[in-house]
């Protein structure tokens, strides 16, 4: 049963995946809230008033068999803004975990004092703003309003749809969800006689992707290039994509990094020509966000844009003199490297959009 | 006049390689470059032949009637008389666009 704690569920294929995240969704309820009028209960005292699991189950319109779930795991009920909805088992870990009392008792305290201590934390934050993610009928999350989690169904559509664009042949190895994660790795196996010919690698390995998200705390989106071994591990590269759900943007910063995931297998000619057309009104500070974005130091910054011509500079200029840092600057062989894969990443930078929001 | 697969080979071209790019691409992106270089210099004015022959690129075709303007804007700038360095840029530049040029009316069947 779904809303089970110990819920999990591996997917046959990219459709059924993305249904069940569908209608995960469609069971979630987000409430945002001030901590303030967020009350733990426990179970127990719960059901000194309803007097039998029915009967709480009933009041609050769930399954029965959640609130026995919920008496074998975090025994604990927590009403927001009056409305009573059980604790699931990820958050209470979470909830818990923070709970810091002297001597690291709090694990061996009763359900209701438990539940006080809490209480008093949330009374402490006063109106500090809470979200409290709901999914099959329990609490999987509360946390900081100032996350803004992606739904995952929505990550894994649009993250699938970038990447059947870009590399056509997708085959589904594996997908996994439960309350705290989503996962799935794909193949490509057509391109694996191209891309390990471009990686200088043996052709034996079959390349693919990892999408993993939580949209209840637990992980950011991350979206990884891999490789699948003769044996059968799946391993990750360093190449990947991680992006926290803390910003508005989340999703938006995922897509625009995806092209950096096997950033060799492109089309250089193409991205660095529409470049030349592009005539940047704020050249200077183009270079220092991109410059920031791939993570390089801003006294660089600083000497390529001395570099840029003084009129009529274009994003070409901007890339191809921050391609050129790594050869400008006296660096051993590995700091080399490291900074090229870094200033490789500049081609696929959105450079128009960046200067017309400037 | 040398072919696509010689000017391949020149210095300064392999930095625009890249494994889904046609030769012809990677080949003018190096002409591209030169051209960019020489008005970023303020020696010549090449933005109005960068921009179509870069759309060229874009777009993934090699239209023969834009390179053909192209190579005659190319010798106009040449006809005004220029330093040293600047005619060896732009010879070089038209080097790679009959090249291509020479290669897509051989794929054209001409």
Not at chain 1, 185 to 190: G, R, S, T, V, Y
């Amino acid at each position: 049963m779904k809303g089970l704690d110990s819920y999990c569920a591996y997917p046959k294929d990219v459709k059924s995946l993305l249904e069940a995240l569908r209608e995960r969704e469609a069971e979630t309820i987000r409430i945002d809230l001030p901590a303030n009028k967020l009350r733990f209960v426990s179970l127990e005292k719960a059901l000194e008033k309803y007097k039998t699991v029915d009967d709480l189950a009933k009041r609050m319109g769930i399954e029965p068999m959640l609130v026995n779930n919920t008496l074998d795991n975090a025994k604990m009920i927590v009403v927001a803004d009056g409305s009573p909805y059980l604790i699931g088992k990820s958050s209470w870990i979470s909830v818990s975990g923070r709970i810091d009392i002297y001597g690291g008792g709090f694990a061996e305290l009763e359900p209701d004092d438990k539940a006080n201590v809490i209480n008093a934390r949330l009374k402490q934050l006063d109106n500090s703003q809470v979200k409290v993610i709901i999914v099959s009928g329990k609490v999987r999350a509360i946390m900081s309003k100032k996350y803004s989690p992606i739904p995952a169904n929505e990550t894994f559509e649009a993250a699938l749809q970038a990447i059947r664009n870009r590399f056509a042949d997708v085959q589904y190895m594996v997908g996994y969800y439960d309350h705290e994660i989503a996962y799935v790795k794909l193949l490509f196996p057509e391109l694996a006689q191209q891309l390990t010919e471009v990686y200088g690698i043996p052709d034996t390995l079959v390349p693919g992707m990892l999408i993993l998200t939580s949209d209840t705390g637990h992980a950011g989106v991350r979206i990884a290039a891999c490789w699948k071994h003769p044996q059968g591990s799946f391993r990750q590269t360093d190449s990947e994509v991680y992006v926290k759900h803390e910003n508005l943007n989340g999703l938006g910063k995922v897509l625009e990094e995806m092209p950096n995931l096997f950033i060799k297998y492109q089309n250089a000619a193409v991205k660095l020509a529409a470049m030349l057309n592009i005539e940047l009104q704020h050249p200077a500070i183009v270079t220092k966000k991109v410059f920031k974005a791939l993570g390089v130091g801003d006294k660089h910054a600083k000497a390529t844009i001395e570099l840029l011509p003084a009129v009529g500079a274009t994003a070409y200029d901007v890339c191809m003199e921050i391609f050129s840092l790594p050869a400008r600057l006296n660096l051993s062989e590995a700091a080399r490297l490291e900074l090229e894969e870094k200033v490789a990443k500049a081609i696929n930078f959105d450079y128009e959009k960046i200067d017309a929001d400037i | 006049m040398k072919t696509l697969e010689e000017i391949k080979e020149t210095p300064g071209v392999k930095k625009f390689a890249s494994y889904l790019a046609e030769d012809w691409q990677t080949v003018l992106m190096k002409a591209m470059d030169v051209l960019n270089r020489l008005e970023r210099d303020g020696l010549v004015s090449t933005r109005h032949i960068v921009r179509p022959v870069a759309k060229l690129i874009v777009d993934g075709i090699a239209e023969v009637s834009v390179l053909n303007r192209a190579i005659n804007d190319v010798r106009e700038i040449l006809d005004e008389g220029q330093s040293k360095l600047v005619a060896t840029k732009l010879a070089e530049v038209i080097v790679i666009f009959f090249a291509v040029k020479n290669k897509q009316k051989k794929e054209g069947g001409e």
